[in-house]
């Protein structure tokens, strides 16, 4: 097993983030579910991806650091499953990002986030 480690940083509120992503997971993956029984199961069968965790940690007053940690086959060469894994990784990140400050400038969540505190 091989454990592929990505972060992002985004200029919102911890808290704010925390609750987008289940959102941001949802609308992705219903954005991009599968058309028939046999992709479902060849992303169940073929998935490398054993487990996950999500973190998310303030970094100053404003800023958040998103971590994902997921645990996969780790394979070898350009074409191993913890490549693709980690390439995936990488882009849907940068998507969450752009997903987070978009929300949050619609938002207005730094006001959120400073009456929580």
Do not use: N
């Not at 996950?52 to 070898?76: H, N, P």
């Not at 074409?79 to 693709?84: I, K, L």
């Not at 882009?91 to 969450?96: A, G, P, Q």
Request: proline share 3%.
């Amino acid at each position: 097993m091989e454990t592929i480690s990505e972060s992002i940083r985004a200029d919102v509120p911890a808290g704010f983030a925390d609750r987008m992503w289940s959102e941001f997971v949802f609308r992705s993956q219903s954005a991009g579910r599968p058309r028939s029984l046999s992709d479902t199961r060849w992303w169940v069968d073929e998935s490398p991806v054993e487990k996950g965790t999500v973190k998310f940690a303030r970094s100053g007053d404003r800023m958040v650091t998103v971590t994902v940690d997921l645990e996969c086959d780790a394979g070898s060469g350009e074409d191993a499953p913890s490549a693709r894994v980690r390439e995936h990784l990488r882009h849907d990140l940068e998507s969450y990002r752009r997903y987070l400050e978009e929300r949050c400038q619609e938002s207005d969540c730094r006001l959120e986030g400073h009456r929580a505190a």
